[in-house]
């Protein structure tokens, strides 16, 4: 059974660009969150998809957008790029809320 | 400040000891998580609790959730240095699924 998947690994982007991050979550669940890790920090929730939908929303502007597929899949993307958007993008899942969540190994984003 | 504080911020610690690291909300907690993560990778789910007064074992780690769900303790027994890591507690204040992450402890392990 495969957890949590994402990619690229890793990813480097000139400030002013565009980027897409993308996550397959752990068979059977149908919620995926996105969190932003800086250095030395702990992750901070972006947003959360649910049936297609953002369910909820953290304090992150609209340069960050998100979609979710049929298959639960689910993508981020980052318009504009600025250079403190370099950090550790992970992505959960979870069967719904109250369950656990496991989350992938996450995209390092560098922005220069 | 932080809405969810976690101590210590650092620990070293010789192989074969115990130790705690403490987490700790002031607001009532609907689910506490711990993970660990190695440097510059993703989180790796240890335990999720959700009753106040829980308590889950996992081979030599423990974790508790106290009576009003405000405070949670993880305690590794004998430790090796596979335990070696950042621990993160992420907690959910409003049954939602959104976590909300401490800064994180890390530990080292010596021989």
């Known amino acids: 059974d495969a957890g949590v998947t994402q990619s690229p690994t890793h990813l480097i982007k000139t400030r002013g660009q565009q980027v897409t991050l993308r996550c397959s979550p752990k068979?059977?669940?149908?919620?995926v969150s996105w969190y932003q890790q800086a250095l030395g920090q702990g992750p901070q929730f972006i947003f959360q998809?649910?049936?297609?939908?953002?369910?909820q929303r953290g304090n992150f502007p609209d340069r960050f957008s998100g979609h979710q597929f049929p298959n639960y899949s689910s993508e981020l993307n980052v318009n504009a790029l600025l250079l403190g958007d370099s950090a550790l993008y992970l992505c959960?899942?979870?069967f719904g809320v109250g369950y656990e969540q496991y989350f992938g190994p996450g995209t390092r984003l560098t922005v220069t | 400040s932080q809405e969810l504080e976690q101590s210590p911020q650092s620990l070293i610690v010789q192989e074969g000891k115990n130790l705690t690291i403490n987490c700790t909300s002031s607001?009532?907690?609907?689910?506490l998580y711990w993970y660990k993560q190695k440097y510059g990778e993703g989180l790796i789910f240890l335990m999720m609790?959700?009753?106040?007064?829980e308590e889950k074992s996992h081979e030599k780690i423990t974790a508790k959730l106290d009576e009003k769900k405000q405070q949670s303790s993880l305690h590794i027994t004998a430790s090796q240095p596979s335990h070696a890591g950042i621990y993160l507690c992420?907690?959910?204040?409003?049954?939602?699924?959104?976590?909300?992450f401490g800064t994180g402890t890390r530990l080292q392990v010596f021989p």
């Open positions: 959960a899942s979870s």
């Open positions: 068979s059977g669940h149908d919620t």
């Open positions: 998809y649910y049936e297609e939908e953002e369910r």
């Open positions: 607001k009532t907690l609907y689910g």
């Open positions: 609790l959700q009753k106040g007064g």
């Open positions: 992420g907690a959910d204040m409003g049954n939602t699924d959104k976590l909300i």
